[in-house]
């Protein structure tokens, strides 16, 4: 069974900072999926970033990075020129390649924008 | 599109009486889930259904836990009877499956208290 492994339960940046948030897998798969996910305090969890495993480049959007690492199973999320809106839950999230759905969560890391 | 659409936001009930929680999958979305979240397990994955037929339902806690999908566009979980310890945020998500990118699509999630 899969496992991921988020060991920083709670972290903190100063608004227009850099940090950068932690998450570690286990699998024997070689093809699958990476998610990062947001749940702000109003509750509901939105994507973030995806990657697939398949690809080496790492996966961008906007102010949002990832920095994969396949051989180490690392997958972490690196928030630039952080705001306060960003302030949430963050999730890291794992799902296999083949037809079976099941998204494994991890627990989460705390993440407080400071102004 | 709407999102993925539950109800009620709020459930405060008594301990033994029975809890319906109910879902809308976002239209064209084959997948639905129900994840359950606490302090204490995080993100639990509870059952999923693909084409309203259920996939997996090993995350189901024990027999006062039913879920049904009578249709593509609704889907209820059901307590009977409710105890304390059923206290969570109960999670509905839909996706395309292998047709999409995986991405889960979440409900704002209904927030149970059992006293």
């Known amino acids: 069974a899969q496992t991921v492994t988020q060991s920083q339960p709670e972290m903190s940046v100063q608004e227009a900072e850099t940090v950068t948030l932690s998450c570690t897998y286990d699998?024997?798969?070689?093809?699958?999926?990476l998610f990062w996910y947001k749940q702000p305090p109003s509750r509901q969890m939105i994507l973030v970033i995806r990657q697939e495993a398949y690809k080496q480049q790492n996966a961008t959007e906007n102010r949002f990075s990832v920095n994969f690492q396949k051989a180490a199973k690392s997958f972490s999320l690196k928030i630039s020129d952080s705001q306060l809106g960003d302030t949430a839950m963050y999730f890291c999230?794992?799902?296999?390649?083949?037809?079976?759905?099941?998204?494994?969560f991890g627990t989460g890391t705390k993440l407080q924008v400071i102004p | 599109d709407a999102g993925v659409i539950q109800s009620p936001r709020h459930e405060v009930t008594e301990m033994g009486q029975e809890v319906t929680l109910r879902c809308k999958p976002i239209?064209?979305?084959?997948?639905l889930f129900w994840y359950r979240q606490t302090m204490m397990r995080g993100l639990e994955l509870l059952i999923y259904?693909?084409?309203?037929?259920?996939?997996?339902d090993s995350g189901m806690p024990e027999d006062r836990f039913s879920a049904k999908m009578p249709n593509a566009s609704f889907s209820t979980l059901k307590i009977q009877p409710s105890e304390p310890r059923d206290s969570a945020v109960y999670f509905c998500?839909?996706?395309?499956?292998?047709?999409?990118?995986?991405?889960?699509?979440f409900g704002e999630g209904s927030r149970l208290t059992v006293l």
């Open positions: 239209s064209g979305h084959d997948y």
């Open positions: 999230a794992f799902l296999g390649s083949g037809g079976y759905q099941k998204v494994t």
């Open positions: 998500a839909s996706s395309l499956g292998p047709r999409g990118t995986g991405e889960l699509f």
């Open positions: 259904f693909n084409n309203n037929v259920p996939i997996d």
């Open positions: 699998t024997s798969e070689n093809n699958y999926y």
